[in-house]
């Protein structure tokens, strides 16, 4: 079976990872950050969306 195709790599580089950019709702403060549940530098919120 001739496998040249797309690649299956799921090994993700970490440098891949993008910073998005967040609010927070208890301040305002406007950041980036990574991960699932970013924490606002500011107030040291969770409660946050994305923007
Ligand atoms: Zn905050």
Redesign the pocket.
Same mark, same amino acid.
């Given at each position: 079976m001739c496998s040249v195709g797309g690649p299956t790599d799921i090994d993700l580089p970490e440098d891949r990872v993008v910073a998005k950019n967040y609010r =927070?709702? #208890? *301040?305002? #403060?406007r950041f980036k950050g990574i991960g699932k549940h970013p924490m *606002?530098? !500011? =107030?040291? !919120?969770e409660?946050?969306v994305e923007i």
């Open positions: =927070c709702k #208890e *301040c305002g #403060e *606002c530098p !500011s =107030c040291q !919120s409660d946050v």
